[in-house]
């Protein structure tokens, strides 16, 4: 039952900042709701796939849920050896083409994790010399509340086991 009360308080106090269409998915509109409260963050299957065959550009992805608190928002992320990540999803425009752009500051509150997933959101990880297969990749993702959390990601190409319920 807790977490229906817990899930009640956070509507009330997030309501109106919910009505607005995220679509741009800045985060701006959300500031109210958020300030200065404490929150611990646990990050779940953080993965990175190898380079692609000439490319120096590749996707991480990761869960992240709230174990203290009721709202945060991740801001950026840091990749150990990039030259910079950025936070990406992807969009279908009104010609049915799938395209990628960056996005702001992505919510995490009590509504459920904050997933980071192959054709969803991800993390896009520009200038890091390439990566095989069983590495690891340390990282910070930096958190509106929560501030730095570090992060390892395993280096694969498919999903880690057991299979995450996206
Ligand atoms: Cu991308």
């Not at 958020?34 to 929150?39: L, N």
């Not at 425009?93 to 500051?105: F, H, K, N, S, W």
């Not at 959101?121 to 390439?130: A, C, D, E, I």
Request: charged letters at 20%; glycine letters at 10%; proline letters at 7%.
């Amino acid at each position: 039952m807790r977490y229906l009360v817990f899930a009640a308080m956070l509507a009330l106090a997030a309501c109106g900042a919910r009505e607005t269409p995220s679509s741009g998915g800045t985060g701006a509109e959300t500031e109210e709701a958020v300030a200065g409260e404490e929150t611990s963050i646990a990050i779940l299957a953080a993965w990175m796939r190898p380079h692609p065959a000439g490319r120096d550009v590749t996707a991480a992805y990761f869960t992240a849920s709230l174990s203290e608190g009721t709202v945060d928002f991740l801001e950026a992320a840091e990749i150990e050896g990039a030259e910079r990540a950025e936070l990406h999803g992807h969009f279908m425009t009104a010609d049915g083409v799938m395209q990628m752009r960056e996005l702001g500051a992505q919510r995490v509150d009590a509504d459920g994790p904050l997933v980071f997933m192959p054709g969803g959101r991800h993390l896009m990880v520009f200038g890091l010399p390439p990566v095989a297969e069983g590495e690891t990749v340390r990282g910070t993702l930096t958190f509106r509340n929560a501030g730095s959390v570090p992060v390892t990601f395993e280096v694969r190409s498919m999903p880690p086991e057991p299979k995450i319920d996206y």
